[in-house]
């Protein structure tokens, strides 16, 4: 995929010629964030704010990252970040360790601590040791900060296909508000229910997806860029073909929300603003539920559930994201993290209904499905489940063949 998309897409969306401050605030932190991607600079960018953090200048450090960020190319935000280890809590301690470390070097013995020593101290001579400590110290910690960052990234290298696919999805938010960038970033990146969606030959292709409760779009705009890779011919061999849909439609019931989508969507899905539980359905091949259904209650569950089965085609699939009410610990990660969420858009209200991984199951089945259920919370403290959901056909005897 084309390393200069970034800078295209931003180009695309602010027209070129935008000069209003918000814009160009938007356009400096974007450049910020993107630059110097890749395993390697990104090491080393982390590598070099590591040890500038260490160094005793203090005051000049931002100086410092900017200007060496700027001469190696490299993602100045991130350098900056990373100098940050001389942050309150750590720098007496990295203080200390390195005065020990150039006293030990320069004389061979570590400095006294005693009030007479302290006070008969040559500054000049605790200066230079404090100078020597922190570049062997600052050198030991970028070493070792730069080559677990570059193991890190180069451990997903094989990935960059989707990591790229994630980038151009995120980018369709860039004009909302780098509050939305970030999430979309974050959100589609870190949740492992977008690459299995996407890759894990889950979802049939062809005819229509219905996303009920589809948010400000993400999963819609990842089939999209997905979709544009593979007829721009980008798309890596190394991955699945993802899925296509000659029609793709987001229900989303929060106005503001809605808009985003449908700002970030354009032509490439119809995006209704209206309550899933008294929307009347079409036909559709696929159907995405993700943490929806436990906002509804144990009677309006089942009437979507019996929407959605009048509504899928033959060979048809629903994808079902919900949490598993008897994972202990995980579990109450997911509810509070909900009730969190509630507070903060200010649903204080906001009642959930979860289910056990068996109750789902049950309920499932009794709105005449059958469901294969895959665990969903790989990289999270969460107790997620994914449901493939397909309609049961009939036996010859007239029960129905589990699949």
């Known amino acids: 995929m084309g390393g200069n998309y970034s800078a295209k897409m931003w180009t695309l969306r602010t027209g070129g010629g935008s000069n209003n401050i918000a814009t160009r605030f938007r356009r400096r932190f974007y450049r910020l964030r993107t630059e ?68 030990w070097l320069r004389h061979g013995s570590f400095q006294s601590l005693s009030v007479h020593a302290i006070r008969t101290a040559d500054i000049r001579s605790v200066g230079v040791d404090l ?72 979802l049939p292709s062809g005819g229509t997806l219905i996303d009920i409760g589809c948010g400000q779009g993400l999963m819609l705009t990842l089939l999209a860029e997905a979709r544009r890779a593979v007829d721009e011919g980008e798309s890596p061999l190394s991955l699945p073909v993802p899925p296509r849909f000659d029609r793709m439609i987001g229900v989303e019931i929060r106005p503001r929300v809605a808009g985003l989508a449908r ?21 559709a091949k696929a159907v995405l539920l993700f943490d929806v259904l436990h906002l509804m209650s144990a009677a309006e569950q089942d009437a979507v559930l019996a929407a959605v089965a009048n509504t899928l085609e033959e060979n048809g699939v629903m994808l079902v994201r919900e949490a598993d009410s008897s994972a202990g610990l995980r579990f109450q990660v997911v509810r509070v993290g909900n009730r969190l969420k509630a507070m903060a858009v200010g649903a204080w209200g906001q009642q959930f209904y979860f289910r056990t991984r068996t109750e789902w199951l049950e309920v499932f089945a009794r709105h005449g499905f059958d469901a294969e259920v895959r665990a969903m919370n790989e990289g999270t403290p969460f107790a997620n489940l994914l449901f493939r959901l397909k309609v049961a056909k009939p036996s010859a005897s007239g029960s129905t063949l589990r699949v």
């Open 131 to 202: 100078l020597l400590g922190s570049v062997v110290v600052g050198g030991v910690l970028a070493i070792i900060a730069a080559v677990t960052t570059y193991a890190t990234l180069r451990a997903s290298a094989g990935d960059v296909g989707f990591t790229e696919l994630v980038r151009r999805a995120a980018d369709r938010y860039v004009d909302a508000s780098i509050t939305t960038w970030e999430f979309a970033r974050g959100k589609i990146r870190g949740d492992p229910l977008y690459r299995a969606a996407l890759f894990g030959r889950l």
């Open 263 to 283: 700002d970030a969507l354009k032509a490439d899905a119809e995006i209704v603003q209206t309550d899933a539980r008294q929307m009347t359905f079409g036909h």
């Open 36 to 103: 110097g991607s890749g395993p390697a600079r990104e090491a080393t960018a982390i590598g070099m704010g590591v040890f500038i953090g260490c160094l005793p200048f203090y005051g000049f450090h931002l100086l410092m990252c900017w200007a060496f960020g700027t001469l190696f190319r490299l993602n100045r935000l991130k350098v900056y970040l990373a100098a940050n280890i001389s942050n309150p809590f750590v720098a007496p301690w990295l203080i200390f360790g390195e005065l020990q470390t150039g006293a």
